[in-house]
């Protein structure tokens, strides 16, 4: 059985022009009509695109050419002749209550991939990278920071500095992963601040000197709470969580790129990253207790790490101008600790240092 003539655009491949055309499906074969030609094909080689409620229904033939039959009577007589049927996805989608569970499993998995699986694909990703990554990535930092203004020579005397300086070799891990240097820098725009950069350079600022000294004089207590916060910067490098970080950023950043294109704006923002790079709660965590570690390893108390975070929280506090319970509350939806959470985990050490010592 032949089944009646059906209107058709025909286009054969080789140019934009559009023939009108006439099909018809009988004995296995479907047959294309026009003015100057007719042409037949096998119903097995012709590939149906699915099609939409009100969109042409589109037949791409096996010599590269196509028709396509306008949504309506004519697309339903050649749905019908083909003996077209529904997918199941499609079934599917037209139920707005199966929409629905297909849109919530789909939010679902994006959630775990970012959550889980991301996180897990980029510390195998850190794994594999060379010690001479963390180096460019350090000076790449570094250049970045001067570049933008954050950081200039420092204002505090040559011995101040030779006092702080000499405060790392005692810090230092034996068999470190990387050599560490100490850059004293006045910074007003970061404030009283410590950062460490993955070559193994770490920066402290003016304004943190500062913040310890008691009448301008570098006291025991002063460099105690020093090498708490060198302790701190000490276990990012040692447990290599800025490069852990940049493959994160950067493993997220290719994946929106691929998903929303624009992939250019990914190298492009790669310095920004550097510069302003945050770590996770669980990498501020570990930093916390390798500085604990450090004041154990010196005989010193885990009560001038809490003493200088304590510092530093007033300090920042007072320059802000967001509500302190506004701050408080928003603290489980920062990337970094609260700091009331790191001085309890503190106060833990500080309970067992006591076990210990005495």
């Known amino acids: 059985m032949t089944t009646a003539s059906i209107d058709a655009s025909f286009f ?5 022009h559009l023939h009108p055309a006439h099909l018809s499906v009988g004995a296995g074969t479907l047959t294309v009509t026009a003015a100057t030609f007719q042409r037949s094909y096998p119903l097995e080689a012709v590939a149906l695109s699915e099609p939409f409620a009100a969109a042409p229904a589109v037949l791409r033939l096996q010599d590269g050419a196509s028709c396509e039959v306008a949504a309506g009577a004519a697309r339903d007589a050649l749905l019908a002749a083909l003996g077209y049927r529904k997918s199941p996805v499609v079934r599917w989608q037209e139920r ?3 929409a629905l569970v297909a849109l919530v499993l789909l939010v679902g998995l994006l959630a775990l991939g970012w959550l889980r699986g991301i996180p897990l694909a980029a510390e195998r990703i850190a794994e ?5 990554v963390d ?24 011995e101040r500095i030779a006092e702080i300086q000499a405060l790392l070799p005692a810090i230092a891990p034996a068999n470190g992963r990387m050599p560490l240097r100490l850059l004293v820098r006045s910074s007003p725009r970061l404030g009283p601040n410590a950062l460490a950069l993955s070559d193994g350079t770490i920066v402290v600022t003016d304004a943190l000197v500062r913040l310890v000294q008691d009448k301008d004089e570098l006291t025991d207590a002063g460099k105690a709470q020093l090498i708490a916060v060198l302790g701190h910067e000490v276990g990012h490098v040692e447990h290599r969580h800025v490069v852990r970080v940049m493959a994160r950023s950067s493993l997220t950043a290719a994946l929106s790129a691929a998903l929303f294109g624009d992939f250019s704006a990914v190298a492009a923002g790669l310095p920004a990253v550097l510069s302003q790079m945050e770590y996770s709660r669980a990498m501020e965590l570990d930093a916390d207790a390798y500085a604990v570690q450090v004041l154990h390893r010196r005989q010193l108390s885990v009560r001038h790490f809490m003493a200088v975070l304590g510092a530093l929280e007033k300090a920042q506090g007072a320059e802000t101008k967001m509500p302190r319970w506004m ?10 600790p609260e700091t009331a959470e790191r001085i309890d985990r503190l106060q833990e050490s500080e309970e067992e240092e006591k076990r210990v010592f005495n």
């Open 12 to 16: 054969d491949g080789r140019s934009a």
């Open 135 to 158: 180096v460019s990535l350090g000076k790449a930092a570094l250049a970045g920071l001067e570049k933008q203004g954050l950081l200039a020579p420092s204002r505090l005397s040559d």
């Open 128 to 132: 594999r990278l060379p010690p001479s």
């Open 96 to 98: 707005w209550p199966a």
């Open 327 to 336: 701050r408080q509350s928003m603290g489980y939806l920062s990337t970094h």
